[in-house]
């Protein structure tokens, strides 16, 4: 019988103590709650507050032994892969016992860029990384403890492969195809992180990479073929085979029938054939099950919180985004997806909220920030007692001529002078499947609202009365798609042009289909078709959009009035900012030319330009111009015209 020596016991006891120790500590960082926060300074003497950094979208904790090989592999790993991704956002820092000599040395021969903390050995108790290290804890947004993983070897592949599934979560698609490679590079085995870097390249429309990657993992044993072949079918799905798409999702359920998120796939070209109760069965058949990759388990949720969305049903469907988001608190597209739904329950301050919490995921999130925008005029309306009336008697005087069918809108002075141009835009009627992300067409329509307004040109009927407007009238988007109603809209807002249009929904990203109708002669002077990517091009696409109606705006109804007093070589033009004159403008100026009659018909010839001015100061109500050519003295009374020149683009 092997007996034991005093001292092997007391130190036998200490590693048990430690171990316990850390066994208790691990649980104050479980999963789901919030890490304790703590002050350490780096290496220079500058101090690192954990509590400042709550808002950040994710934080790494990375516990380490300065001198200790197996223990720094990990921290090297994330610290390359954030040296060739420098706009990543990787956020890591590296927090170790070791004196500051001996980790300095490390530091420096590493190049590790992250901030090393020097600790004294409290914060490392906090967090359980007393006697395995290297220990790492990776923190969501308010320090809420996502993973937390300890020992080296296989953890810290486990540990890289669960950064780059959070990283996939984050959208930040090249930097988790690159961490996965990464892993992918030592151990070629790895199903996981195969998987990421397959769905990777699918976010990015890497279509053939992504379906060579799900190709060549559904040949690698049994969950090599499971995850493989449900990453083809969504692969499938983008490339527009939905017949192909819901065979090998069909494959997957009776292979593996735990696997959730092919149910996903099957509702969405299940909705896409307007097979809606169907899609809804697919849907709920999601959410019931486990089997799901982090990146995907938000997703099933919200595929039937938009389901019943689009049904009216908005509380039903905001309780699933919240389901959504407490699952994975990087699903900025279920954060957006909560506001519009308060939205149409008219809580606005919530909505706002929701639109917030999103640009803190993702400053530069184009739906977070129009939304919020929107939201944040609506609440300024509601605070104003005296506005708010104003736009209260306004939408019932609208309503009550929509009623009567009694057109609203001035008539101008004279048939020549411009009037101002007013734009309405009403709502896209939606079609084809069931975008992750509502609310496109109101983002489509409250951008380029933006943009056209700034552009001094156009005027842009304000989306709160339009909102009301419709709600008083209880016009819905059926009832909107209707030509003559929309027309009816438009000219009791006394609005020259509406905008208006389709958005046909489909796997790689939505087609709209523009068209702007002129109200008083029904013809339609643009149409425009243009693929809209919700996530990769659409700041971009909506640019284009917007300097389109610009320029069919200049080109088919341009600037015309007359010359109200002339000095010299300087005059006033009876147009001000009011009808869109921008300083720089420049008018013709016109002489009309005498009819010929021949055989008894009048044939007008079309008027003759005599001088060419440019604005130089604009009113209101008038402009300054200055002569810059004449044929012939300019004088009160000649009429201009908005000389035509192309329209900038980017």
Not at 28 to 34: A, N
Not at 614 to 635: A, F, G, N, S, Y
Request: glycine share 8%.
């Amino acid at each position: 019988m092997k007996t034991f020596s005093g001292r092997s016991i007391v130190m036998s006891f200490a590693v048990l103590v430690a171990l316990l120790s850390g066994a208790v500590s691990h649980g104050k960082v479980s999963p789901g709650k919030t890490a304790p926060s703590f002050v350490l300074t780096d290496l220079a003497g500058r101090s690192h507050d954990l509590s400042k950094v709550s808002g950040r979208p994710m934080t790494i904790l990375y516990f380490f032994d300065g001198e200790s090989r197996p223990s720094q592999e990990g921290l090297v790993s994330l610290n390359e892969l954030a040296k060739r991704h420098k706009g990543s956002d990787l956020a890591v820092w590296a927090i170790t016992r070791t004196t500051k000599e001996k980790v300095a040395g490390f530091g420096t021969s590493a190049g590790i860029t992250f901030p090393i903390l020097l600790d004294g050995g409290a914060v490392g108790d906090l967090y359980g990384a007393r006697v395995v290290l290297p220990t790492v804890c990776i923190l969501g947004p308010s320090l809420k403890v996502l993973d937390y993983f300890q020992g080296g070897g296989k953890t810290t592949e486990t540990m890289l492969v669960r950064v780059a599934e959070r990283t996939l979560q984050r959208r930040q698609t090249k930097l988790a195809r690159a961490i996965s490679e990464e892993v992918i590079r030592k151990n070629p085995r790895n199903v996981k992180a195969r998987t990421v870097s397959g769905y990777a390249a699918l976010k990015e429309d890497d279509l053939k990479g992504a379906e060579k990657a799900f190709t060549d993992l559904s040949r690698d044993g049994t969950d090599g073929e499971v995850l493989g072949k449900e990453g083809l079918a969504a692969v499938y799905v983008k490339m527009k085979q939905p017949a192909k798409a819901l065979q090998v999702a069909s494959e997957v359920e009776k292979k593996a029938p735990g696997r959730a998120y092919v149910h996903v796939i099957k509702g969405d070209v299940l909705y896409a054939q307007n097979r809606k109760k169907e899609a809804e069965a697919e849907y709920r058949i999601a959410t019931r099950k486990d089997e799901v990759e982090p990146y995907q388990s938000a997703v099933r949720y919200n595929q039937l919180g938009r389901f019943y969305g689009n049904d009216g049903q908005s509380g039903k469907a905001r309780e699933l985004y919240e389901q959504a988001l407490t699952i994975d608190p990087f699903y900025i597209e279920g954060t957006t997806n909560k506001g519009l739904a308060y939205e149409k329950e008219g809580r606005w301050d919530k909505a706002l909220e929701s639109y917030r919490q999103g640009m803190a995921l993702d400053g530069k999130d184009t739906f977070a920030a129009v939304l919020a925008r929107k939201a944040q005029e609506m609440l300024d309306l509601q605070k104003d007692s005296e506005r708010s009336k104003r736009v209260d008697q306004l939408v019932k005087d609208l309503a009550a001529r929509y009623k009567s069918r009694k057109e609203s809108g001035v008539k101008p002075a004279d048939e020549w002078t411009s009037a101002p141009m007013v734009l309405t835009f009403i709502d896209f009627q939606e079609k084809g499947g069931l975008a992750e992300r509502d609310g496109l067409s109101a983002v489509l329509a409250a951008q380029l609202a933006q943009q056209l307004n700034a552009s001094g040109r156009v005027r842009v009927v304000e989306r709160a009365i339009l909102d009301r407007l419709l709600a008083e009238l209880n016009l819905g988007s059926s009832e909107l798609a209707d030509p003559e109603t929309a027309l009816r809209l438009g000219k009791i807002l006394a609005a020259r042009l509406i905008g208006t249009g389709s958005l046909l929904h489909m796997p790689g990203g939505s087609l709209l289909s523009l068209r702007l109708v002129d109200t008083e002669t029904s013809a339609i002077p643009q149409v425009t078709t243009r693929q809209i990517d919700m996530q990769a091009s659409l700041e971009k696409e909506l640019f284009l959009l917007n300097r389109e109606i610009l320029k069919t705006v200049v080109d088919k109804y341009p600037l015309q009035g007359f010359l109200v007093k002339v000095d010299g070589d300087k005059a006033i033009v009876n147009l001000g900012s009011k009808q869109g004159v921008v300083g720089g403008t420049k008018f013709e100026i016109l002489e009309e030319q005498e009819p010929i009659t021949y055989k008894g018909k009048v044939l007008r010839s079309a008027p003759k330009q005599v001088a060419l001015v440019e604005v130089t100061k604009v009113e209101p109500d008038l402009c300054q111009v200055k002569v810059i050519r004449q044929d012939r003295p300019v004088k009160a009374d000649d009429k201009v015209r908005e000389k035509l020149e192309e329209v900038a683009s980017k």
